[in-house]
């Protein structure tokens, strides 16, 4: 695996870009090194995080909003406070109900966000 080395250890939001990631999507990488990472991503009612897999393992928190998440084949309504766990290589993905933010962690750290 690349090694993209670390991440400041002071992050402040305000400082950091947003990178449009997809129609309604937005998102920050908030801190890495090559086993973690934790990325701020920004939805817009209606954007979709089209159904995806990959080997990283990912918890992530619902800060605000609302979504249809599917994990597997299951299907289920999160909301802010919520939170979620994808293992590596289930596919998965969300459509926004009510805008709002998620944390995600993932671990190792994302390389395709990276590049």
Request: include cysteine.
């Amino acid at each position: 695996m690349k090694s993209f080395g670390t991440s400041k250890e002071f992050i402040f939001g305000d400082d950091i870009e947003w990178e449009i990631v997809g129609e309604g999507l937005k998102r920050k990488i908030m801190g890495y090194d090559d086993k973690i990472m934790l990325v701020k991503v920004d939805f817009q009612v209606g954007a979709i995080g089209v159904m995806h897999q990959h080997y990283h393992s990912q918890v992530t928190y619902v800060e605000s909003g609302e979504y249809e998440l599917t994990i597997g084949n299951e299907t289920k309504t999160v909301r802010g406070g919520d939170s979620f766990y994808i293992p590596p290589n289930v596919m998965h993905g969300a459509i926004c109900t009510k805008a709002g933010i998620l944390i995600d962690v993932f671990s190792p750290i994302r390389e395709d966000f990276m590049e």
